[in-house]
């Protein structure tokens, strides 16, 4: 199995403010990571580590067997997709030519993109079913639409490995649950894919993995099975949770009762 | 291109054009279309034909000019003001910003202080100008702490104060009959004065700055995006940033010289433009810079030929403009995007 995004003692953070310290990840085609943690618990830290828009501090991070430390951004860009949290939209870009600013870095600096381009960014468009979207604005998209269009862009870019961030976020129970799908089909293409959340339901429902992060930094990393415990999402969130399952697929519930 | 794009470029290219004939004939000695072609005809192609004396000195020397500087100014200001827009994510966004205007303003007043030519008041303005904005580059630079972005609005402001402050004592202490009303003048804009030669000194940096937006104009799209999601896509956003930066500042910088401060072109046309043809800047920036340039030079068409006295250009684009952005603001949706 070929890694597509590795970690190697990476340590991530701020400039005089450590977040989290030896880290060790490697995620292969086809995987599905679920990243969980509390509120400042160092998710979007990490994910911007991985991205290379924040440098490491310790340790480091490779992309497809490269250390990322000595790549160009563009190299980046064509090794691992990004999907931000809650993308504002200032501008009334149409679907398409948001999804084709996922071409940027196939396209030269002095360049605008061209028809092989404009070919990606359909196909990307094409594969997570949103066609009739394509010539809205995406400042008029629902939260559920517009975070489809994000996944388009960043499969534009041509990477093979993705990072979303709390993807689910502010989406509807359904939207919720077709953002999961989708990235059920993208591992299933062979994708790499790391996601946050904070339910830790949706690790059951769509990861192959799960890493468990804490303030203060302590790490478990495994299958959803031994890593979401009772026990566990006590220690990090302070709360009594049961640990069920219904119809073979494990969920999560808190129990409000002290 | 969307038969939309295709329809306002045509109406823009074609207002322009009749505006600028109407340019050439109006005015206190009124030149008729006959005229005009019977001119066109003797430069071009020799024709001979009779002229009264002072239609070629008018068209050629006073108006030509003129009208040419409004094209310069209103394409430059409409340019900065389409690149700023975008860059700083912010439809509020005009040219002056980053302290350009304030810059060049105190580059004029001090040289119209110290009794300087007209020369050197120009490049006094274009310096103060080019001066201020690295000054406020400089400053939020240092800021490293906080969102680029706000840390160069927020440098923008305070320079901007800084300078407006010595543009006040300049005023307090400069001659009342003498230099306050040039002051006055040269801080309400005007293209009565543009000579030939201003023009073929403003227009080199203008298009300067011009080619770096036009080479850039894809990745233009990219700088309104947070600034993550521009680096994830591939993108170096602070060295794209700074040359946005300079491209805009050298184009509003040389309108500045010659027309010195005109208002609201810079940012009430972007927005003309993307309601017209959509934010995608490759799209966006030559509509921008033709409706700039019919817009100036409506105005200043106007401004000459409304009135027994020149009416400055500065008060005119105010008066249109206040109600037409309000307008925008009411009756379209999209208007801010």
């Keep these: ?258 | 291109m969307s038969r939309r794009a295709v329809t306002a470029y045509a109406a823009a290219l074609g207002t322009l054009t009749l505006l600028a004939l109407l340019a050439l004939s109006a005015g206190r000695f009124p030149i008729a279309p006959a005229e005009l072609a019977a001119l066109a005809a003797n430069k071009l192609f020799g024709a001979g034909l009779a002229l009264a004396p002072n239609v070629e000195t008018v068209v050629l020397q006073v108006r030509g000019p003129r009208i040419l500087a409004a094209l310069l100014v209103g394409a430059a200001l409409a340019a900065a003001g389409t690149a700023y827009q975008g860059m700083f994510r912010n439809p509020l966004v005009s040219p002056d910003i980053l302290g350009v205007s304030a810059g060049a303003a105190l580059g004029a007043v001090l040289g119209i202080f110290l009794s300087q030519d007209a020369l050197t008041i120009q490049v006094g303005a274009f310096a103060g100008g080019l001066a201020a904005v690295g000054l406020v580059y400089a400053v939020g630079a240092q800021v490293r702490r906080h969102d680029p972005i706000l840390s160069l609005i927020l440098a923008g402001i305070v320079v901007g104060t800084l300078l407006g402050a010595f543009i006040a004592l300049i005023k307090y202490l400069a001659d009342p009959y003498n230099q306050l009303p040039a002051i006055t003048y040269w801080l309400l804009g005007s293209l009565a004065a543009v000579s030939p030669r201003d023009l073929a000194l403003a227009a080199p940096f203008a298009l300067a700055g011009l080619v770096p937006l036009y080479l850039l104009r894809w990745r233009m799209n990219l700088l309104s995006l947070s600034d993550d999601e521009a680096r994830s896509l591939g993108i170096s956003v602070g060295r794209l940033r700074l040359a946005v930066v300079c491209a805009a500042t050298l184009m509003t910088a040389a309108a500045v010289a010659i027309s010195g401060i005109v208002g609201w072109v810079g940012l009430l046309i972007p927005h003309a433009a993307r309601m017209l043809v959509g934010p995608e800047f490759s799209r966006l920036l030559p509509l921008a810079m033709l409706l700039g340039a019919a817009f100036l030079l409506a105005v200043d068409t106007l401004g000459r030929t409304l009135a027994p006295i020149e009416v400055p250009p500065g008060v005119l684009t105010a008066l249109i403009g206040t109600p037409f952005f309000l307008w925008l603001f009411a009756a379209a949706r999209r208007s801010w995007q």
């Design chain 1, 1 to 258: 199995m070929a890694v597509m995004l590795e970690a190697r003692a990476l340590g991530y953070g701020y400039p005089g403010r450590a977040v989290g310290r030896g880290l060790d990840l490697a995620l292969g085609a086809g995987e599905v990571l679920c990243v969980l943690g509390p509120n400042g618990g160092g998710k979007t830290t990490l994910f911007r580590t991985l991205l290379g828009l924040l440098p490491a501090q310790a340790g480091e991070v490779l992309l497809e067997g490269r250390a990322l430390a000595q790549m160009a951004r563009a190299e980046v860009a064509r090794s691992v997709g990004y999907v931000p949290q809650g993308h504002a939209a200032q501008f009334a870009f149409t679907v398409r030519e948001a999804v084709l600013m996922g071409r940027t870095a196939h396209v030269g600096l002095f360049a605008a993109p061209g028809a092989a381009d404009r070919a990606a960014a359909g196909r990307s468009i094409g594969a997570l079913g949103i066609e009739s979207l394509a010539d809205r604005v995406v400042t008029e998209l629902s939260g559920g639409e517009r975070q489809l269009a994000m996944i388009a862009r960043a499969l534009a870019q041509g990477a093979r490995a993705l990072v979303l961030d709390e993807p689910t976020a502010s989406l509807d129970f359904g939207n919720q649950v077709r953002v999961l799908r989708e990235i059920r089909r993208l591992a299933a293409d062979g994708y790499a894919v790391v996601f946050s959340t904070h339910d830790p339901s949706q690790a059951f429902l769509a990861a192959s993995r799960v890493l468990l992060l804490t303030r203060g930094g302590a790490l478990r990393d495994g299958a959803p099975e031994e890593v979401i415990t009772t026990e566990n999402l006590r220690r990090v969130y302070g709360i009594e949770v049961r640990v069920a399952p219904i119809d073979g697929t494990r969920v999560c519930l808190p129990v409000l009762k002290a």
